[in-house]
């Protein structure tokens, strides 16, 4: 059974930084493209950041671009987004997921974690 557990969310000011993280069970993680994704309230899922199975290729929003980054640990089946210099606009619930290939698209996201609350006041 695949899953996909993510962790590290909660309230943060704005200008303070979170580091979620999302553990993988059950799939080839070290050969599966890795994505974040955020829904707020009244917005469609919006991509915010994925990367390669080796790391080598990563792909950010120009919304979050220069802010957070994302980084993985094949040997634990891990992928982290760094969040740094949060705005209110970043409050949503983030998702991560895995994909055969580095993407942008959810569509192509075979597997999703449930989420975890990111909120950040003004």
């Known amino acids: 059974q695949v899953q996909l557990v993510e962790s590290g969310g909660g309230l943060a000011q704005a200008g303070g930084s979170l580091r979620l993280s999302c553990a993988v069970s059950?799939?080839?993680?070290?050969?599966?493209?890795m994505g974040w994704f955020r829904h707020a309230p009244g917005k469609e899922r919006e991509f915010v950041a994925c990367?390669?199975?080796?790391?080598?290729?990563?792909i950010f929003a120009d919304s979050v671009k220069g802010r957070f980054t994302i980084s993985r640990d094949n040997a634990k089946s891990r992928v982290d987004l760094q969040m740094n210099s949060l705005k209110p606009d970043d409050t949503a619930v983030y998702s991560c997921?895995?994909?055969?290939?580095?993407?942008?698209?959810?569509?192509?996201?075979?597997?999703w974690g449930q989420g975890t609350q990111v909120t950040v006041s003004s």
């Open positions: 990367i390669s199975w080796s790391g080598a290729s990563i």
């Open positions: 059950g799939l080839t993680f070290s050969t599966s493209a």
């Open positions: 997921a895995a994909a055969g290939s580095v993407t942008t698209t959810p569509t192509l996201y075979a597997y």
